[in-house]
């Protein structure tokens, strides 16, 4: 039985709904065990001290029943849903909706789980994913004593055009964990059932999308890339049905659910709903508790701090589409309501790593017209922040609209500057010459014309040696300069690679070699490489989906596993034809 939710929800908080002395701790409410005689000792927060840290840990190792989680810092400061039976419908006023998880009818199995997102971000020892508690906490079967699930209301522009309410929905938010460090991270369920904001949704997600979200937001972490976190992924035997490719054929599926965690799951369409629907008041207090939260440089009482925060938000968000940039990365839905507030990667869906080179490059069969191509994103990032600038608007006043426009028009140069930084980096290039950004629109015009793998091409000129440029002596296994070197214009790109390498100070071809395989991946997360995977699991066999995790943790390692799986080797051939969706 879950506990009685007769409790008042006016106003801005759910005191009344968490028993007193156990906020801080974690005991099952969905009737697995009895609460405990006494109250839980105290969990590590940021102000403990190292004793009280290691007592901590070692309290986790031995279990989650003394692991600290709580929702109540999302749920204060804003009034709540008032009505908490879950259906779907138009929700107003509020920030987040009270609804629990709908756990699975079948055997559930846990596929894999991210140990440094277990051990160095939830404090927890590896060994937790061997007790049942965790597959029911992972799985949605039971909901941690002290938390309280939310599935939060949002809106946005989706391809262009304003939606109205989207919202969570097939995602639950059952918990914020501040762990030893003081970092504060949200947890949240993804396909683990229906929300007021399911729209005709089931609220699964398959596994087929979620070993694809799983893998790719941890590639995309040991890629530097900042990125929302994966900590375990489940699969199920329920039945769960799509269309994958929209076209009428309709097929079973097994519903999976992945634990994901973010800083702050909050994103433009956050604000976006708000200003849509007049609540201005609600706006205004979702802002401030954001950047009270995750803007700490600026003041509290800063007349101008939602025009820093703006400004902030431009210039992280110019720089996080620079570095998917310079690792292939096509997110492949760019939607108002999948772009981050903290400007980081969120809402993996059809994303595509490139294959050979093409700025036309479409990972999502449902974008037809290629609005979200590769080489449009940049600007797709101007048109969210420009949405997002709109919902500021009836918070600014004359003075700040026209400074946030300036700022807006300063994007483009942040989000160059920022790109060429990162593709100098990648061709070895230190200091700075006029010639740079010619040479590195000359290599991208020889990749495109010759359809040389990008993430390989790069890596490559990082394994090469100078001398073998110069004498265009390319080993065979360098099969991607091979493909560039069939180009008319490859010897006069390499005369003008070598000259300007030579003008780099204090370098050597060592050091320039270790700098560019520092930066330039060997493995990414290639769609046929998922694919791949995806077609195992659904037989049960998830050794792929193992080695694909260990794999992508050390991109930038050349590994015997990776090397013998075909990794850094040229798609198959079945991959030519793959297709990815919206479907999920």
């Known amino acids: 039985m879950r506990p009685s939710r007769r409790a008042s929800v006016e106003g801005g908080g759910l005191s009344g709904l968490l028993l007193p002395g156990v906020l801080g701790c974690l005991v099952w409410v969905c009737g697995a065990r009895s609460p405990p005689d006494a109250a839980c000792p105290a969990v590590p927060g940021r102000n403990a001290s190292r004793l009280e840290r290691s007592c901590g840990r070692e309290r986790a190792a031995a279990g989650i029943g003394v692991w600290g989680l709580g929702t109540g810092s999302l749920l204060d400061p804003f009034p709540i849903d008032p009505i908490q039976e879950n259906y779907v419908r138009n929700v107003r006023n509020c920030i987040f909706s009270i609804v629990y998880p709908t756990?699975?009818?079948?055997?559930?199995?846990?596929?894999?789980?991210?140990?440094?997102?277990?051990?160095?971000?939830?404090?927890?020892?590896?060994?937790?994913?061997?007790?049942?508690?965790?597959?029911?906490?992972?799985?949605?079967?039971?909901?941690?004593?002290?938390?309280?699930?939310?599935?939060?209301?949002?809106?946005?522009?989706?391809?262009?055009?304003?939606?109205?309410?989207?919202?969570?929905?097939?995602?639950?938010?059952?918990?914020?964990?501040?762990?030893?460090?003081?970092?504060?991270?949200?947890?949240?369920?993804?396909?683990?059932?229906?929300?007021?904001?399911?729209?005709?949704?089931?609220?699964?997600?398959?596994?087929?999308?979620?070993?694809?979200?799983?893998?790719?937001?941890e590639a995309m972490h040991y890629l530097g890339i900042p990125t929302s976190r994966a900590a375990s992924l489940v699969v199920s035997d329920d039945d769960v049905w799509r269309d994958q490719f929209y076209n009428g054929n309709i097929k079973k599926e097994r519903g999976a659910i992945v634990l994901r965690l973010a800083k702050s799951w909050f994103r433009i369409g956050s604000l976006e709903i708000l200003a849509h629907s007049g609540e201005l008041d609600l706006l205004r207090r979702l802002l401030d508790f954001i950047i009270q939260e995750h803007f700490p440089s600026i003041a509290p009482n800063d007349s101008d701090g939602y025009l820093e925060f703006f400004s902030t938000v431009v210039s992280e968000t110019a720089g996080l589409i620079a570095l998917w940039m310079s690792v292939g990365f096509a997110h492949g839905v760019c939607n108002t309501d999948n772009f981050s507030l903290l400007s980081i990667t969120i809402d993996y869906g059809p994303f595509g790593f490139m294959d050979s080179y093409d700025p036309n490059f479409v990972p999502n069969?449902?974008?037809?017209?290629?609005?979200?191509?590769?080489?449009?994103?940049?600007?797709?990032?101007?048109?969210?922040?420009?949405?997002?600038?709109?919902?500021?608007?009836?918070?600014?006043?004359?003075?700040?609209?026209q400074l946030a426009s300036q700022v807006l028009e300063e994007y483009g140069q942040a989000y160059y500057v920022r790109f060429t930084e990162l593709f100098k980096r990648k061709l070895g290039l230190l200091g700075a010459s006029e010639d740079d950004n010619y040479l590195i629109a000359f290599l991208f015009r020889l990749m495109e014309d010759t359809k040389a793998d990008f993430t390989m091409t790069f890596r490559q000129l990082s394994e090469i040696t100078a001398d073998q440029l110069r004498e265009l002596h390319i080993p065979e296994e360098f099969w991607a300069l091979w493909d560039l070197g069939k180009h008319g214009l490859f010897s006069e790109w390499?005369?003008?690679?070598?000259?300007?390498?030579?003008?780099?100070?204090?370098?050597?071809?060592?050091?320039?070699?270790?700098?560019?395989?520092?930066?330039?991946?060997?493995?990414?997360?290639?769609?046929?490489?998922?694919?791949?995977?995806?077609?195992?699991a659904n037989l049960d066999d998830f050794s792929e989906v193992q080695l694909l995790q260990q794999v992508l943790q050390r991109p930038f390692q050349k590994q015997q596993a990776a090397e013998k799986a075909g990794y850094a080797l040229r798609a198959p051939a079945w991959a030519r034809d793959l297709k990815v969706s919206c479907s999920s």
């Open 103 to 217: 756990p699975f009818k079948s055997r559930v199995l846990l596929v894999a789980v991210s140990e440094e997102v277990i051990e160095d971000i939830l404090d927890l020892h590896i060994s937790v994913k061997e007790t049942s508690d965790f597959l029911q906490f992972v799985s949605g079967e039971k909901v941690l004593h002290g938390s309280v699930p939310l599935a939060h209301r949002y809106g946005g522009h989706q391809f262009g055009s304003w939606a109205g309410q989207l919202g969570d929905g097939r995602a639950h938010l059952v918990g914020v964990y501040t762990n030893r460090r003081g970092e504060r991270w949200e947890l949240q369920l993804k396909g683990s059932g229906k929300t007021p904001y399911s729209r005709n949704g089931d609220g699964r997600a398959v596994l087929r999308s979620s070993v694809r979200e799983f893998l790719c937001s």
């Open 365 to 401: 069969t449902s974008d037809d017209e290629g609005r979200y191509k590769i080489g449009n994103q940049a600007n797709v990032g101007l048109f969210n922040l420009n949405k997002l600038l709109q919902a500021l608007k009836p918070l600014l006043d004359p003075r700040q609209k």
């Open 494 to 536: 390499v005369a003008m690679y070598l000259s300007r390498l030579d003008g780099n100070k204090d370098d050597s071809d060592v050091k320039r070699r270790r700098r560019m395989m520092a930066v330039n991946p060997r493995y990414v997360l290639r769609n046929w490489m998922a694919e791949s995977a995806v077609q195992k």
